[in-house]
């Protein structure tokens, strides 16, 4: 998968955009939704919006090894976050948006973690099965954010095949969008029905043929994002 400094800009800003709602990303924004493990309320937080029972611990470990203005009072949190039921905590929630929004420390921190724990593996799994193409790549990244892969089960709901093994690439990626959001329009889980808005999204940029990117704004849940420039 290659892609362009400017494509791979874009994508970002689309997710920025899908999770907190501004193409340059709320670092400090926060979320509660009853989506955790067995349907609990859990925190989601950053620019991209990971979650408490997810890779929570492991943001909120890389941020106190960096020595940002919150590390210290973080430090204490670092071994229980996704062990113990953080939601109520005033203190934890203030001191993650403080650092999301104050500390650049955190910025660049969001930065690394964003792009090793999601998009990385992402991009792995797209060039592991022969996708190219820039649309295919924010597909898969978005899939990544939300689900944290590739779902087989909705893999398993369409005939195509992945382009390395003899599929033809738009055509996966726009069977995996459709399924995926029926799938998402049709959960039970509330929060999870929300969130169609970024598989519409998708099916818009589908049905433009905007498969390199290079038609913008790009549309996102009420706001146009554009590279930065």
Do not use: C
């Not at 919150?70 to 953080?86: F, I």
């Not at 005033?90 to 090793?116: C, S, Y």
């Amino acid at each position: 998968m290659f892609l362009t400094a400017i494509q791979r800009n874009l994508i970002e800003r689309i997710i920025n955009t899908v999770e907190s709602g501004t193409p340059d990303g709320n670092h400090g924004a926060i979320s509660i939704y009853a989506d955790g493990p067995h349907d609990i309320r859990q925190i989601t937080y950053g620019r991209a919006q990971t979650t408490e029972y997810g890779n929570l611990r492991k943001l909120v470990k890389m941020y106190v090894a960096a020595g940002g203005t919150r590390s210290e009072a973080l430090a204490p949190y670092a071994d229980q976050v996704g062990s113990v039921a953080l939601t109520e905590d005033a203190t934890f929630k203030n001191l993650l948006r403080d650092a999301g929004r104050n500390d650049p420390v955190m910025h660049r921190i969001q930065d690394q973690f964003f792009e090793q724990v999601y998009f990385h593996p992402a991009m792995r799994w797209a060039d592991d099965n022969g996708f190219t193409l820039p649309l295919s790549a924010l597909v898969i990244y978005d899939s990544y954010i939300h689900s944290g892969s590739i779902l087989w089960l909705l893999r398993q709901r369409f005939a195509e095949s992945p382009p390395a093994a003899g599929g033809e690439e738009r055509t996966w990626v726009s069977e995996y969008v459709r399924v995926r959001h029926d799938w998402l329009a049709h959960h039970p889980r509330p929060a999870v029905r929300a969130s169609t808005y970024r598989t519409q999204a998708l099916q818009a940029q589908i049905a433009a043929g905007n498969w390199d990117l290079s038609q913008v704004p790009v549309r996102v849940n009420g706001s146009d994002v554009f590279p930065q420039p």
